[in-house]
């Protein structure tokens, strides 16, 4: 318990250390006699705002500091305070994804907002009655997520803010930027299948396209995620970190889109076929695509 760590903390302070150590940061505790506590309990009363202060400015600072002067340290923070506290932020906030009626690359940003278990409002428009709704949009088209009334455009920004607002951009900016690499890949690999979807081409030419894109575009991107998660010493690993981000999500839809629905074998990439099965058995990714399959079944 953390309350035999600051015996002068009250039940409620105790409350706020245990809700940052569900944090993922780490607790190192040097042992102090109790006579000495005793002896020192007027010197070592330290204020609670105080503890609690050096404690966050521990975690922003992302290295030991004494927290109480009684050999309470923090120790390696896995996570930095402050992606913490816009992840509460983004609970409280009101989402809005305005988006065509047909599918485009929002679907990660419906994805990212569902495995965060964040609520949103998903408003869609015919193409031909979207105008109004385009009208109101920086560039004049469609997606927009709107959060607390204020406007995103550009399906690339709208992902990279949610990513950042619900903790799954990766630990640390170098994480984030491989995030950026992975996902910058998948829309140029299927920039030709947007154009399609965007610009709503009959279902024989967008498959014609999608049968180019596989045969044409996709094996190089594909070679090159299959050599990083090679590459990663760890087989259980994700393809940045240790953790879900939303890179994962990301190419997960697309390993799932082109494997399940448009028959690409992935045999020959054994890094790639393992890990969408490791990612298959995420819960929550397994009820977006599952929910999806079942929309497009009622088209």
């Known amino acids: 318990m953390l309350q035999e760590f600051c015996p002068l903390m009250s039940i409620p302070d105790v409350y706020q250390l ?50 109480t002067g009684m050999g309470v340290y923090i120790f390696r923070p896995l996570i930095q305070w402050s992606s913490s506290r816009q992840h509460r932020k983004a609970e409280m906030a009101r989402y809005r994804l305005l988006d065509y009626s047909f599918t485009t690359a929002a679907e990660l940003a419906r994805a990212i907002l569902e495995f965060a278990g964040q609520p949103f409002e998903d408003k869609r428009f015919d193409k031909d009655k979207a105008q109004e709704a385009e009208s109101g949009t920086p560039f004049g088209t469609l997606p927009v997520l709107e959060v607390d009334g204020k406007v995103i455009a550009q399906h690339q920004s709208i992902c990279r803010y949610l990513a950042r607002q619900h903790g799954l951009s990766g630990k640390d900016e170098t994480e984030a930027a491989v995030c950026d690499l992975v996902m910058d890949g998948l829309w140029h690999m299927f920039s030709k299948v947007r154009h399609a979807e965007v610009h709503q081409l009959s279902k024989e030419d967008r498959c014609a396209v999608i049968k180019k894109m596989i045969s044409e575009d996709a094996p190089a991107y594909l070679d090159a995620y299959e050599k990083m998660l090679k590459d990663r010493k760890d087989e259980n690993d994700f393809i940045v970190g240790k953790e879900v981000t939303w890179s994962d999500i990301g190419l997960t839809l697309a390993l799932a889109a082109l494997k399940y629905r448009h028959g690409l074998s992935l045999e020959t990439r054994p890094q790639l076929q393992s890990y969408l099965a490791r990612m298959m058995e995420v819960p929550q990714l397994v009820e977006f695509l599952s929910k999806r399959a079942q929309e497009e079944a009622a088209l």
């Open 18 to 67: 245990q809700q940052v150590h569900c944090m993922n940061i780490e607790f190192y505790h040097l042992p102090i006699c109790k006579t000495s506590v005793t002896n020192n309990k007027r010197k070592l009363g330290i204020s609670s705002k105080r503890v609690i202060f050096n404690l966050f400015k521990a975690v922003e600072e992302r290295r030991p500091r004494s927290v």
